[in-house]
């Protein structure tokens, strides 16, 4: 067999959307494959540059300057604390959708609360806190998807 009619092959299957070939000449037999990674198709996501503000906090920044935001920060970085999703997956908030959220801005955590859940593959994974102190800001918009280790919520520790 020819060694461009073989390289033809190989350029087939790369651009092609079979993953495997096998060809058969005499003794010669020739198999071609290659990996594909599973498609997991989600909504398209945006992502913004800061973090979604509160309904105060909105109309707040729309009457302060650039300047006057970055000058006061509301709570020292030290003492906040990131809970992190440990999964890919979409955030709720409740367990039920006509059901109260888990927590909301203000309320206190203590580790082991349940925050939130975050759907994987049709099963319900509920996020516990791992820290005491106060829900600060809940970065992630209900019913979407959230990413490996992105924040979700910010706690004031205690």
């Not at 790369?14 to 096998?22: A, K, L, N, R, V």
């Not at 707040?60 to 970055?70: D, G, L, N, R, T």
């Not at 709720?92 to 609360?113: C, I, L, M, Q, T």
């Not at 319900?124 to 998807?145: C, F, P, R, W, Y």
Request: negative net charge; aromatic residues 6%; hydrophobic residues 40%.
């Amino acid at each position: 067999m020819d060694l461009n009619l073989i390289k033809k092959l190989i350029k087939a299957v790369e651009t092609s959307e079979i993953t495997d070939f096998f060809i058969e000449e005499g003794d010669l037999k020739i198999k071609i494959s290659k990996k594909t990674a599973p498609v997991i198709q989600s909504a398209p996501q945006y992502i913004e540059a800061k973090l979604p503000q509160t309904q105060n906090e909105t109309t707040a920044s729309v009457q302060a300057s650039p300047e006057q935001k970055e000058a006061k920060p509301e709570i020292p970085a030290a003492n906040l604390h990131e809970v992190r999703s440990p999964i890919v997956g979409t955030f709720y908030r409740a367990p039920a959708p006509d059901a109260d959220s888990y927590v909301n801005v203000g309320d206190k955590v203590s580790e082991g609360n349940v925050l939130c859940i975050i759907e994987a593959m049709k099963l319900m994974n509920e996020i516990e806190s791992d820290a005491t102190g106060k829900i600060v800001k809940i970065l992630v918009e209900n019913a979407t998807a959230v990413e490996y280790n992105q924040p979700l919520f910010l706690i004031e520790k205690n």
